[in-house]
């Protein structure tokens, strides 16, 4: 019983390590959208739902027409795993 109750343990310390720093991958989104998220070129992005962000960045790699500069956006979004987008899109909302 103590065992297993060790190996949770050492598999969540596991899965928490290997997750994705969603501040690593915003750093190649900066400057487009600030270092804030408060916007640039690209759209303001600080103050959006991780849900709204994460659903238009599905949108982006899917390669639908999202806005008029879509074309500038979709190379960034198509090489993002789902947990970069998730990462990323938690990160921008907790600036
Ligand atoms: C070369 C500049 C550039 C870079 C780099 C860039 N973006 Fe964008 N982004 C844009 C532009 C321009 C738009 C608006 C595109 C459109 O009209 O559909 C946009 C739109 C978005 C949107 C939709 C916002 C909204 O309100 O509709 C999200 C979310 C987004 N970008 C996230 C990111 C993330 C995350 C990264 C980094 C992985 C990133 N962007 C990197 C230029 C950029």
Do not use: F, W
């Amino acid at each position: 019983m103590q065992q297993m109750v060790e190996t949770k343990a050492k598999e969540a310390v596991a899965a928490a390590t290997a997750g994705v720093s969603g501040e690593k991958v915003y750093a190649t989104c900066i400057g487009c959208h600030g270092a804030a998220g408060e916007g640039g070129v690209g759209p303001k992005l600080a103050g959006q739902e991780v849900t709204a962000i994460v659903d238009k960045l599905q949108r982006y790699k899917a390669g639908e027409q999202v806005g008029p500069m879509t074309g500038m956006m979709a190379p960034m979004a198509s090489g993002l795993s789902d947990d970069d987008m998730q990462a990323v899109a938690e990160y921008v909302n907790s600036l």
